[in-house]
Protein backbone atom coordinates (compact mmCIF):
# COMPACT_ATOMS: atom_id res chain seq x y z
CA UNK A 1 0.00 0.00 0.00
CA UNK A 2 1.11 3.56 -0.54
CA UNK A 3 2.39 5.88 1.93
CA UNK A 4 0.15 8.46 0.22
CA UNK A 5 -3.07 6.47 0.67
CA UNK A 6 -5.00 3.79 -0.73
CA UNK A 7 -4.35 4.02 -5.01
CA UNK A 8 -6.59 2.25 -7.64
CA UNK A 9 -5.30 -1.37 -7.02
CA UNK A 10 -6.40 -1.21 -3.47
CA UNK A 11 -9.92 0.11 -4.73
CA UNK A 12 -10.33 -2.78 -6.96
CA UNK A 13 -9.68 -5.69 -4.71
CA UNK A 14 -11.60 -3.22 -2.00
CA UNK A 15 -14.32 -3.34 -4.86
CA UNK A 16 -13.94 -6.93 -5.35
CA UNK A 17 -14.06 -8.00 -2.14
CA UNK A 18 -17.13 -6.42 -1.47
CA UNK A 19 -18.81 -8.88 -4.25
CA UNK A 20 -16.76 -11.90 -3.93
CA UNK A 21 -15.75 -12.10 -0.28
CA UNK A 22 -14.69 -15.89 -0.66
CA UNK A 23 -12.84 -15.21 -4.01
CA UNK A 24 -9.62 -17.26 -3.75
CA UNK A 25 -6.01 -14.82 -3.43
CA UNK A 26 -4.99 -16.21 -6.33
CA UNK A 27 -8.34 -15.68 -8.57
CA UNK A 28 -7.93 -11.75 -6.81
CA UNK A 29 -4.73 -11.58 -7.93
CA UNK A 30 -5.23 -12.08 -11.29
CA UNK A 31 -7.86 -9.82 -11.51
CA UNK A 32 -6.19 -7.06 -10.12
CA UNK A 33 -3.32 -7.70 -12.57
CA UNK A 34 -0.76 -8.50 -9.32
CA UNK A 35 1.42 -11.28 -8.32
CA UNK A 36 -0.65 -13.66 -5.33
CA UNK A 37 1.96 -12.56 -2.77
CA UNK A 38 1.62 -9.09 -3.82
CA UNK A 39 -1.89 -9.42 -3.38
CA UNK A 40 -1.92 -10.74 -0.05
CA UNK A 41 0.03 -8.66 1.35
CA UNK A 42 -1.88 -5.54 0.15
CA UNK A 43 -5.48 -7.41 1.43
CA UNK A 44 -4.05 -7.70 4.94
CA UNK A 45 -2.36 -4.32 5.37
CA UNK A 46 -6.09 -2.98 4.55
CA UNK A 47 -7.13 -4.96 7.17
CA UNK A 48 -5.28 -4.11 9.11
CA UNK A 49 -6.09 -0.24 8.28
CA UNK A 50 -9.61 -1.23 9.57
CA UNK A 51 -10.56 -0.33 5.77
CA UNK A 52 -11.80 -4.39 5.49
CA UNK A 53 -13.41 -4.73 9.08
CA UNK A 54 -14.42 -8.84 8.70
CA UNK A 55 -15.91 -11.23 5.90
CA UNK A 56 -19.41 -12.78 6.47
CA UNK A 57 -22.14 -14.90 4.60
CA UNK A 58 -24.99 -12.94 3.61
CA UNK A 59 -28.43 -14.59 4.49
CA UNK A 60 -31.85 -14.60 2.36
CA UNK A 61 -33.75 -13.28 5.44
CA UNK A 62 -37.15 -14.46 3.75
CA UNK A 63 -35.59 -18.38 3.40
CA UNK A 64 -34.60 -18.24 7.34
CA UNK A 65 -37.73 -17.05 8.14
CA UNK A 66 -37.51 -13.48 9.15
CA UNK A 67 -39.47 -11.69 6.26
CA UNK A 68 -40.96 -9.01 8.28
CA UNK A 69 -38.13 -5.92 8.51
CA UNK A 70 -38.93 -3.15 10.84
CA UNK A 71 -37.36 0.32 11.39
CA UNK A 72 -38.33 1.87 14.48
CA UNK A 73 -37.99 5.17 15.82
CA UNK A 74 -36.74 5.92 19.15
CA UNK A 75 -36.73 8.84 21.26
CA UNK A 76 -35.28 8.99 24.59
CA UNK A 77 -36.01 10.89 27.97
CA UNK A 78 -32.07 12.00 29.08
CA UNK A 79 -29.65 13.23 26.64
CA UNK A 80 -26.41 12.01 27.63
CA UNK A 81 -23.61 9.68 26.86
CA UNK A 82 -24.34 7.13 29.31
CA UNK A 83 -27.64 6.95 28.67
CA UNK A 84 -26.50 6.33 24.70
CA UNK A 85 -23.76 3.87 25.90
CA UNK A 86 -26.85 2.23 28.09
CA UNK A 87 -29.37 2.16 25.42
CA UNK A 88 -26.81 0.99 22.23
CA UNK A 89 -25.62 -1.91 24.93
CA UNK A 90 -29.50 -3.22 25.49
CA UNK A 91 -30.49 -2.84 21.97
CA UNK A 92 -27.25 -4.58 20.37
CA UNK A 93 -28.32 -7.11 23.00
CA UNK A 94 -31.53 -7.90 20.71
CA UNK A 95 -30.19 -10.45 18.20
CA UNK A 96 -33.96 -9.33 15.96
CA UNK A 97 -31.48 -5.73 15.90
CA UNK A 98 -29.75 -5.97 13.01
CA UNK A 99 -28.67 -2.00 12.23
CA UNK A 100 -28.98 0.61 14.97
CA UNK A 101 -27.74 4.26 14.07
CA UNK A 102 -27.77 7.77 16.35
CA UNK A 103 -29.95 10.07 14.49
CA UNK A 104 -30.46 13.93 14.74
CA UNK A 105 -34.15 14.84 14.11
CA UNK A 106 -37.79 13.84 15.29
CA UNK A 107 -35.80 10.57 16.67
CA UNK A 108 -32.88 9.74 18.44
CA UNK A 109 -31.95 6.60 17.39
CA UNK A 110 -32.87 4.27 14.28
CA UNK A 111 -33.17 0.83 14.65
CA UNK A 112 -33.74 -1.98 12.08
CA UNK A 113 -34.98 -5.11 12.93
CA UNK A 114 -36.05 -8.07 10.96
CA UNK A 115 -38.60 -10.78 12.71
CA UNK A 116 -41.02 -13.37 11.28
CA UNK A 117 -43.96 -11.70 11.82
CA UNK A 118 -46.29 -9.34 13.75
CA UNK A 119 -46.60 -11.50 17.22
CA UNK A 120 -42.64 -11.34 17.22
CA UNK A 121 -42.77 -7.71 16.50
CA UNK A 122 -44.95 -6.96 19.29
CA UNK A 123 -42.57 -9.08 21.74
CA UNK A 124 -39.59 -7.53 20.40
CA UNK A 125 -41.07 -3.66 21.10
CA UNK A 126 -43.36 -4.69 24.30
CA UNK A 127 -40.09 -7.40 25.84
CA UNK A 128 -37.47 -5.33 24.65
CA UNK A 129 -37.43 -1.89 22.93
CA UNK A 130 -39.66 -0.34 25.42
CA UNK A 131 -38.30 -2.32 28.28
CA UNK A 132 -34.82 0.06 28.04
CA UNK A 133 -35.29 2.66 30.58
CA UNK A 134 -34.30 6.01 28.72
CA UNK A 135 -36.64 5.17 25.71
CA UNK A 136 -40.08 7.04 26.07
CA UNK A 137 -41.18 6.91 22.70
CA UNK A 138 -41.33 4.31 19.31
CA UNK A 139 -42.18 4.78 16.28
CA UNK A 140 -42.36 2.05 13.37
CA UNK A 141 -42.32 1.75 10.14
CA UNK A 142 -42.64 -2.00 8.48
CA UNK A 143 -41.01 -2.45 4.62
CA UNK A 144 -43.17 -3.64 2.10
CA UNK A 145 -40.31 -4.74 -0.06
CA UNK A 146 -36.71 -4.18 0.14
CA UNK A 147 -35.01 -3.01 -3.29
CA UNK A 148 -31.86 -2.96 -1.79
CA UNK A 149 -30.23 -3.99 1.93
CA UNK A 150 -26.50 -3.80 1.46
CA UNK A 151 -24.26 -3.15 -1.46
CA UNK A 152 -20.40 -2.48 -1.97
CA UNK A 153 -19.97 1.15 -1.12
CA UNK A 154 -18.06 3.44 -3.60
CA UNK A 155 -14.66 2.96 -2.73
CA UNK A 156 -13.94 5.95 -5.38
CA UNK A 157 -13.32 8.56 -2.72
CA UNK A 158 -11.25 6.06 -0.38
CA UNK A 159 -7.96 7.95 0.40
Do not use: W
Not at 88 to 101: K, S
Amino acid sequence: MPDDGFDRTDRAILTILQREGRIANVDLAERVSLSPSSCLRRTKALEAAGLISGYRAELDRTRAGLGMTVFISLRVAQHSRATSRGIEDALTAIPAVIACHVVSGEADFLVEAVVPDFAAYESLLLDHVLAIDAVVDARSTFAIRTVLSRGPLPVDGVR
